[in-house]
C-alpha cells in the first residue's frame, strides 16, 4: 500500500503546478572555437519545472574578465537555442553564447538567476524559492597549457530515490581532450561565494526518523558519499522525511564539481572545472532496487584480450534494462565491444559481456572508467529505480618499485618501529591506488567523516618526506607525484585518532 501510494504522490507531482518557480538543476560548459583567438562558446543548459509558469533562461552570465551578458532565449544573440520536453516533467533548455578573451589569464565564469524551485526540503527548511541559483565553471587560458574544452557531463541531472534504499548517480563525464578529472563535492551557492541559505547535506539526521539505523542494511547510520576517481555519488540511504505541499516526496538538491588535471612541464595542473547542481527526488517506501556485483579493478596486458561477463538482477518481478558509457568504447580502432549492444528491457537476470583488447595508443597513467547503469521498468505498484556503477581498468599493469633490502608488507599491515605513532586503526580506512604514480586517495570504510589536522608521509627509512596541515572533511586525497618510487608510510591524524598505512610510489 505504501508503494501504490508513492507511486500515485509521483504523478500528482508530475501534473500539478508548482507554487512558485522553475530551476531545478543546472550545467555550464565550454569549447573553444577559434584556432587563432581566445573565443569560446559557452552552453548553459537548464533543467526547469514544466509546469512553472516563469520563464528560464534570462538570467546572468558573467565570464571572468568584468564582461557580463543578459541572456534571453527568445533572442537573436543566443545561438543555436533549443527547447526540449523530458518525460512530461521537467523542460530543458539550451542556450549557447559566444566570448572572446583578450589575454590570458585564469577565468571564473558564473550564471544566476533569482530563483531556485520551492520545498527543497535541504534548503532554508524547504522555503527555496527565495534562494538565487549561482553557477560557476573555471577555465585557465594558458599557453603553456594549450588548448582545453571542458568536460562534458552526459547524464541527467535530475533522479529517483527512495526511502531506505540506496541511491547512485554519476554524471558520465568525459573530456575531448583526454584531460584526467577528479570529484569533489562543494556546496550549491545562491550567489558569488555565498552557499544557499541554511543548506544541510541529505544525510543530515534532520531528514531520518531513527538515524541511526539509516543505511539500505538498517545496520548503521547514513552516508552520502562522491568517490574522487570515479565520480560515483552514493547516498546509503534517503530518509523518510517526506514533506511536499502536493504529494509524500521531499526534493534534495547537492552540488559537486568536475575539475581537469594536465601534466604540465612534468607537474600536474588544474586546467578548469564545471560544476553540477542536481536534485534527487525522494519519494516513499520501494521494496528494492537492481543491482550487479562490480568487477575487481583489472590491469590489462597489451595483447590480452579482457572478456568479462557482468551479471545484473532485480529484487521482484520487473524487467530490467542495463546500459553502459565510457572512454572504451569510443575508442576509434580497438574501442570495447558490448554484447548485446543495444539494451532493452527484459526479464531479470540480465548478462552483459564485455571485451576489450588494448592497443599500444592506450597505454596512459590514469585508467580508464566503465559506467554501468540497470534500471527497472517500474511496475503499478512499484516506481522504477536506478543502480550506477563504475569499473576501474588499467592498460599495462602498474610497475611496483620497492628499495632493495625491503620487502613489501600487505597495504592493510601497520609497519611499527619505523615511525613514531601510537597504535593505529587502519583497518577503518582504505589508500587507493596502491600501487599509485600521482594521487593517492583514501576511504573511511565506516562512512564516517573524519577532521585531519594533519597528512604526513614517511619514506621507508623514517624520515619525514611530505606534511600537510588541514581543517576539512572533504580533503579525501594528496599529491604524491614529486616522490620518488618506493616504499612509504602515511599518517592520518584527527582529534581523536590516527590512522596509518602503507602505500608504493612507482
Known sequence: MKAIVATIAFLIMLTTPSEATHLKAADI???????????????????????????????????????????????????DSEFVGFNGQVLIYKIKITHTYIVPGTYTISYREPNRNNEIVNIDGGNSVLTGFYLQAFLVLDPSVGFNDSPLL????????????????????????????????VFPLQDRELPARHYLLPDHDDFYSDFNTGNEANGGPPSFLLDPVTGDLVWDAPGDYLSNSVGPFSEYTVAYIVEEWRKVNSEWMRIGYVTRDMQIIVSGEKGGRPDFELPDHAQIALGITIDQDIDFSNFQDED?????????????????????????????????????????????????????????????TEPPAVTYGTWVLSVEPLKTVVPPGI??????????????????????????????????????????????????????????????????????????AELPPGLYFISLKSKTARYRGTFIKN
Request: a negative charge.
Open 29 to 79: 560548459t565550454f569549447k573553444r572555437i577559434s584556432q587563432d583567438f581566445f573565443t569560446y562558446e559557452f552552453t548553459v543548459t537548464l533543467y526547469t519545472d514544466v509546469q512553472s509558469p516563469v520563464r528560464a533562461g534570462d538570467g546572468i552570465i558573467n565570464f571572468g574578465d568584468g564582461v557580463e551578458a543578459q541572456l534571453d532565449i527568445n533572442a537573436d544573440s543566443i545561438e
Open 154 to 185: 552526459n547524464s541527467f541531472p535530475i533522479d529517483r530515490a527512495f526511502v531506505g534504499v540506496k541511491f547512485t548517480h554519476n554524471a558520465w563525464a568525459t573530456d575531448a581532450d583526454g584531460d584526467s578529472l577528479s570529484y569533489r563535492l
Open 320 to 380: 530490467i534494462k542495463v546500459s553502459f558509457f565510457g572512454e572504451p568504447f569510443q575508442l576509434q580502432n580497438d574501442a570495447m565491444t558490448a554484447t548485446p549492444d543495444f539494451p532493452a528491457f527484459e526479464s531479470a537476470p540480465v548478462a552483459l559481456n564485455l571485451q576489450w583488447s588494448p592497443g599500444a595508443q592506450d597505454l596512459r597513467d590514469r585508467p580508464y572508467l566503465v559506467h554501468l547503469k540497470v534500471e527497472s521498468t517500474g511496475s503499478d
Open 407 to 480: 620487502s613489501m608488507p600487505p597495504t592493510s599491515t601497520v609497519v611499527t618501529g619505523v615511525i613514531d605513532l601510537p597504535e593505529a586503526s587502519f583497518e577503518s580506512f582504505t589508500f587507493y591506488p596502491n600501487p599509485t604514480g600521482q594521487w593517492l586517495f583514501w576511504k573511511n570504510n565506516n562512512d564516517q567523516r573524519e577532521v585531519f589536522e594533519e597528512i604526513t608521509i614517511f619514506n621507508s627509512l623514517g624520515k619525514q618526506t611530505k606534511r600537510t596541515k588541514t581543517a576539512s572533511n572533504t580533503i579525501t586525497g594528496i599529491v604524491v
